[in-house]
């Protein structure tokens, strides 16, 4: 005959078996009832299939979609672009949350992004524009970070498209970049990429000549508000180009390109590779990277606000540090 104490075991298990089953049971309800089916049901043995794929499905998007944060766009840091604004009925400080007093010019407004805060408050506010669309009605002279965030990127829609379909018909082009295409239809270009954005269409079919979208491209850098190597970085540029031991002059590059935000040091680099891959079909098109150089070195690089002697001096220097990018992209980035 069993002991007490036994049969007190017996009973712990039987007891821990049927705790188990319930809640088994109660977890398989719950997910019977997300997915809108009775688990008492005579039909549920029919949906039992069904749901076991729902589940999967569900599971299968969740980790897509942790996948795609993952694969998203760097997050790069944008000041907010205010301006004086006169509001119309009550307004309250977005960063405040106080009362906007007066009758006209009561605050500023960001006009990328929107926001509403006073004079005083924009001063502290942290940069995190973030700008909208409907705010940022032009892809050609828009501040390069504010259209890339904007549209959500890590560039230029611009940039993409015209380097693509560049390396997919041209890059044996003779004079590639050098030789420019009809004005008239690098503007009708630039039209399309304001109006349609990604969905503009620069295809062979509409623009046979290679040299349009090349002039499109360079015109793109050439209206930027923001030179690709900015105002605040040019005089180290510069200064980086006039050394003449080639190693230091490379060190000293490689440190220049970390003044330049994150989105122009990602565009910039994209480009380079791109140049780069120009140089080597050399034979064909007869573009050295001294001769991308001299193309894009007045187009990447302005200076800011220097006299026209100052600047004209400047030109060999400009040339010679996008012919050291170009040469050493695989080094520098």
Same mark, same amino acid.
């Given at each position: 005959?069993?002991?007490?104490?036994?049969?007190?075991?017996?009973?712990?298990?039987?007891?821990?078996?049927?705790?188990?089953?319930?809640?088994?049971?109660?977890?398989?309800? @719950?997910?019977?009832?997300?997915?809108?089916?009775?688990?008492?049901?005579?039909?549920?043995?029919?949906?039992?299939?069904?749901?076991?794929?729902?589940?999967?499905?569900?599971?299968?998007?969740?980790?897509?979609?942790?996948?795609?944060?993952? !694969?998203?766009?760097?997050?790069? %840091?944008?000041?907010?672009? =205010?301006?004086?604004?006169?509001?119309?009925?009550?307004?309250? $400080?977005?960063?405040?949350?106080?009362?906007?007093?007066?009758?006209?010019?009561?605050?500023?407004?960001?006009? !990328?992004?929107?926001?509403?805060?006073?004079?005083?408050?924009?001063?502290?506010?942290?940069?995190? $524009?973030?700008? !909208?669309?409907?705010?940022?009605?032009?892809?050609?002279?828009?501040?390069?970070?504010?259209?890339?965030?904007?549209?959500?990127?890590?560039?230029?829609?611009?940039?993409?498209? $015209?380097?693509?379909?560049?390396?997919?018909?041209?890059?044996?082009? /003779?004079?590639?970049?050098?030789?420019?295409?009809?004005? /008239?239809?690098?503007?009708?270009?630039?039209?399309?990429?304001?109006?349609?954005?990604?969905?503009?269409?620069?295809?062979?079919?509409?623009?046979?000549?290679?040299?349009?979208?090349?002039?499109?491209?360079?015109?793109?850098?050439?209206?930027?508000?923001?030179?690709?190597?900015?105002?605040?970085?040019?005089?180290?540029?510069? /200064?980086?180009?006039?050394?003449?031991?080639?190693?230091?002059?490379?060190?000293?590059?490689? %440190?220049?390109?970390? @003044?330049?935000?994150?989105?122009?040091?990602?565009?910039?680099?994209? @480009?380079?590779?791109?140049?780069?891959?120009?140089?080597? $079909?050399?034979? /064909?098109?007869?573009?050295?990277?001294?001769?991308?150089?001299?193309?894009?070195?007045?187009?990447?690089?302005?200076?800011?606000?220097? !006299?026209?002697?100052?600047?004209?001096?400047?030109?060999?220097?400009?040339?010679?540090?996008?012919?050291?990018?170009?040469?050493?992209?695989?080094?520098? =980035?």
């Amino acid at each position: 005959m069993p002991s007490r104490e036994v049969y007190m075991v017996r009973r712990g298990k039987k007891h821990s078996g049927r705790r188990a089953k319930k809640e088994a049971g109660q977890k398989g309800s @719950l997910f019977s009832t997300a997915l809108g089916l009775n688990p008492t049901s005579p039909a549920s043995t029919f949906w039992q299939p069904i749901r076991s794929f729902a589940l999967s499905q569900l599971t299968s998007l969740v980790r897509r979609a942790t996948l795609r944060e993952n !694969d998203l766009a760097p997050k790069y %840091e944008k000041v907010h672009n =205010f301006k004086v604004h006169t509001f119309r009925g009550p307004h309250w $400080c977005e960063y405040c949350a106080n009362f906007m007093w007066g009758l006209i010019a009561q605050g500023v407004k960001c006009a !990328d992004c929107g926001l509403n805060v006073h004079k005083q408050c924009s001063k502290v506010v942290p940069n995190d $524009c973030q700008p !909208d669309l409907r705010h940022v009605k032009k892809v050609y002279s828009c501040d390069l970070t504010t259209l890339v965030k904007a549209h959500n990127t890590k560039r230029p829609m611009v940039v993409d498209m $015209c380097i693509q379909e560049i390396e997919a018909r041209g890059l044996q082009s /003779e004079g590639l970049y050098r030789i420019s295409g009809f004005s /008239e239809l690098i503007e009708d270009v630039k039209l399309s990429f304001d109006r349609d954005g990604e969905k503009a269409d620069i295809s062979s079919n509409v623009y046979e000549d290679i040299n349009i979208i090349t002039g499109a491209l360079k015109l793109y850098f050439r209206e930027l508000p923001i030179p690709i190597i900015t105002y605040d970085a040019y005089p180290r540029f510069i /200064e980086t180009a006039k050394i003449a031991d080639p190693e230091k002059r490379l060190e000293s590059l490689h %440190e220049a390109l970390k @003044l330049l935000p994150p989105a122009h040091c990602e565009t910039l680099r994209y @480009l380079m590779a791109h140049l780069k891959r120009v140089t080597q $079909c050399e034979k /064909e098109n007869l573009m050295s990277s001294e001769n991308l150089g001299i193309v894009f070195g007045p187009t990447l690089m302005r200076a800011p606000e220097l !006299d026209a002697m100052t600047a004209l001096n400047d030109i060999r220097y400009q040339r010679l540090v996008v012919e050291t990018l170009i040469t050493n992209e695989d080094v520098l =980035f």
